[in-house]
């Protein structure tokens, strides 16, 4: 339900935002010619070997020219094998307990969005535990308080243990030319309704299209 959901708060925030959207699930618009219309891309809750090639090829040399990149919740869970994507999205999901709700922490309120978050606040989600970062340089945005929910799940050839005492949730950082912006959160369709939620998400596109709205210290 999530995606169709989000899809729907995408267009609610380019009709608010006055920004153009489309929304695509085939894969052959990832070409030079189209790619080339768009300041960002965002996969919304993609999963698995979406790219083929051409297609991969093609997003990079997007990205290479400065155009930028919004990854939310399952977008970590797409491209394992493909090393570019993984150094784009910044960190890979390897495993999640059921739904929860627990504490997180606000890290940065000048990045734009992030100021609708209080510096601790409860929010229910399905919190990914993620493999090691696998480029330097990401800039954090939200972690949780594992000591507030249970880590635990076992799937047999993987078993959670949670990440300890910095588990991140939410980051940006500049790659390859480009930027990219990722977010944990929007697991449930009811997110999509919570303008938390929808301001911490077009913070990202706002930022990953145009590089702007980070406040100084």
Known sequence: SSVHEGSTAMRTLAALYNFRFEWHEDANHFNDKKLSEFDAVVFLQTTGDVLNEAQQQAFQRFIRSGKGYVGVHSAADTEHDWQ????????????????????????????????SFAQDFIWTDEYYEYSEAHIEGLNYLLSIDERTYDVSADWGEKQAKGMGNFHPLAWYHNYDGGRAFYTGLGHMGSTYSDQRFLNHLYG????????KGILAD
């Not at 990202?204 to 590089?211: C, L, N, V």
């Open 84 to 115: 570019w994507y993984r150094q784009l999205v910044g960190h890979t999901f390897y495993i999640h307990p059921p739904v929860q709700t627990a504490r997180l922490q606000n890290l940065v309120p000048t990045f734009p969005g992030m100021e």
């Open 204 to 211: 990202g596109i706002y930022w990953s299209a145009t590089g």
